[in-house]
């Protein structure tokens, strides 16, 4: 990522942005199984509720464009997982391919150690190579392929499920 690029925390004011980035996903790729766009009103919600829980939502903020963001998400409401999180990731598609994805998932994970979070996981379409190979490049392992979880533009996607264990080291 370029000197001119930073990570931080996103603002009300990015919310457009990481809507737009997301929904070109879902108008074009399996990578998200949402199959409408979400909408202003969903993603403010979507917002407020990371933020009121302390949850990390970053951008990657490229000369004041928004090139990227990533969040992390409450596993299950049940007590036990209050230490497990969900990782999503979206890279605008003009800006993919250029380390933008690596400093937000490093980022996001440091976060994660910060709050003291003891696994993150991501559940990727398996058929998304740039995104497994990301993954598994930041420490995460693969923990399961579960067959045909969802259906999108003519095809069934398998579901590859990765974990990165905070309690081990490495990035
Ligand atoms: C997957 C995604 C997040 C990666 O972000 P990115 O900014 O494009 O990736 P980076 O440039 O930071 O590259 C990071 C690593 O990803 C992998 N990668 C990136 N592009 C790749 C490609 N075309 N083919 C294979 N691996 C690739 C590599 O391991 C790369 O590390 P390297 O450069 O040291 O080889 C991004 O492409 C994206 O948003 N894709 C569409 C949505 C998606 O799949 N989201 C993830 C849902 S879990």
Same mark, same amino acid.
């Given at each position: 990522?370029?000197?001119?690029?930073?990570?931080?925390?996103?603002?009300?004011?990015?919310? &457009?942005?990481?809507?737009?980035? =997301?929904?070109?996903?879902?108008?074009?790729? &399996?990578?998200?199984?949402?199959?409408?766009?979400?909408?202003?009103?969903?993603?403010? @919600?979507?917002?407020? @509720?990371?933020?009121?829980?302390? /949850?990390?939502?970053?951008?990657?903020?490229?000369?004041?464009?928004?090139?990227?963001?990533?969040?992390?998400?409450?596993?299950? &409401?049940?007590?036990? =997982?209050?230490?497990?999180?969900? @990782?999503?990731?979206?890279?605008?598609?003009?800006?993919?391919?250029?380390?933008?994805?690596?400093?937000?998932?490093?980022?996001? /994970?440091?976060?994660?150690?910060?709050?003291?979070?003891?696994?993150?996981?991501?559940?990727?379409?398996?058929?998304?190579? &740039?995104?497994?190979?990301?993954?598994?490049?930041?420490?995460?392992? @693969?923990?399961?392929?579960?067959?045909?979880?969802?259906?999108?533009?003519?095809?069934?996607?398998?579901?590859?499920?990765?974990?990165?264990?905070?309690?081990?080291?490495?990035?």
């Amino acid at each position: 990522m370029g000197h001119h690029s930073s990570i931080r925390p996103a603002t009300t004011a990015d919310l &457009p942005a990481i809507n737009a980035i =997301y929904n070109f996903y879902v108008d074009t790729s &399996p990578a998200t199984f949402d199959l409408t766009h979400t909408t202003p009103g969903w993603r403010a @919600e979507w917002y407020a @509720e990371r933020t009121g829980r302390g /949850l990390p939502v970053l951008v990657a903020d490229t000369t004041g464009e928004v090139a990227g963001w990533v969040c992390l998400s409450p596993w299950s &409401p049940k007590a036990a =997982y209050a230490r497990t999180v969900d @990782e999503s990731i979206y890279i605008a598609d003009a800006f993919r391919g250029r380390g933008v994805g690596r400093a937000l998932s490093s980022a996001v /994970l440091a976060e994660a150690r910060r709050l003291d979070f003891h696994v993150v996981m991501a559940g990727v379409t398996a058929c998304q190579e &740039p995104s497994l190979a990301l993954h598994r490049s930041l420490g995460f392992v @693969e923990a399961g392929r579960y067959a045909h979880m969802g259906c999108k533009l003519g095809a069934w996607h398998d579901v590859v499920w990765l974990q990165r264990h905070l309690w081990q080291s490495g990035d």
